[in-house]
């Protein structure tokens, strides 16, 4: 199995853009988690998705983040509009039945909003 | 919330060493808890998964222990390598539904 494929691996862009990342989780893979890593904070949980339902979203940010899952095979994290304190990797991980499962992450996506 | 600390935040040793990675919480009421190992601009990966009714987990040269009543966790690496530097990270999960990161220990194997 490819594992978790995220894109991109790296983004730029300007505040108050529009930022979209993507993540294809492990096939067969039933929960779906978003991340967030900097310096200060470590990692912290944004949502997690099971069977494609948003199930935890208490740790996202503000209204500008936003996420879906279309399917059991894509989600999106997307920020709008951005500002440089979102600066972070963003790393997406799956599991096979949920939360309390083994975790397996992506390589993640090194966001810089100046 | 839980909070998780790790102890040290950075570690040096040469090669061959055995070492000890230390991790701390303050809510013992979880159901498991894994150790992760993140390389530089790299995902974190699995290492053990350790149940909360279990005392100890092995991987062929890593151990985790698990103590819950008194909220601690250690990762046990035997014979060290240059290989095992990376940034070691420990994460119990609880009634909150999630895995609650430590900050990590920053691990330098020199050869």
């Known amino acids: 199995d490819a594992g978790v494929i995220q894109s991109p691996r790296h983004e730029v862009t300007e505040m108050g853009q529009e930022v979209t990342l993507r993540c294809k989780p492990i096939s067969g893979h039933n929960s779906l988690f978003w991340y967030r890593q900097t310096m200060m904070r470590g990692l912290e949980l944004l949502i997690y998705f099971n069977n494609n339902v948003p199930i935890d979203d208490s740790g996202m940010p503000e209204d500008r983040f936003s996420a879906k899952m279309p399917n059991a095979s894509f989600s999106t994290l997307k920020i709008q509009p951005s500002e440089p304190r979102d600066s972070a990797v963003y790393f997406c991980a799956s599991s096979e039945t949920g939360p309390v499962e083994k975790l397996f992450f992506g390589s993640g996506t090194q966001l810089s909003v100046l | 919330k839980q909070e998780v600390t790790q102890i040290p935040a950075a570690l040096s040793v040469p090669e061959g060493e055995n070492l000890v990675l230390n991790c701390s919480f303050t809510?013992?009421?979880?159901?498991?808890l894994q150790w992760f190992r993140q390389d530089p601009g790299k995902g974190l990966t699995s290492l053990l998964l350790i149940q909360s009714s279990q005392r100890e987990q092995t991987s062929g040269r890593l151990n985790a222990s698990l103590d819950k009543s008194s909220g601690r966790s250690t990762l046990y690496i035997a014979a060290s390598q240059p290989g095992d530097s990376a940034t070691y990270l420990c994460?119990?999960?609880?009634?909150?539904?999630?895995?609650?990161f430590g900050t990590g220990t920053s691990l330098t194997v020199i050869p």
């Open positions: 994460a119990p999960f609880n009634t909150g539904n999630q895995f609650y």
């Open positions: 809510d013992s009421a979880i159901y498991n």
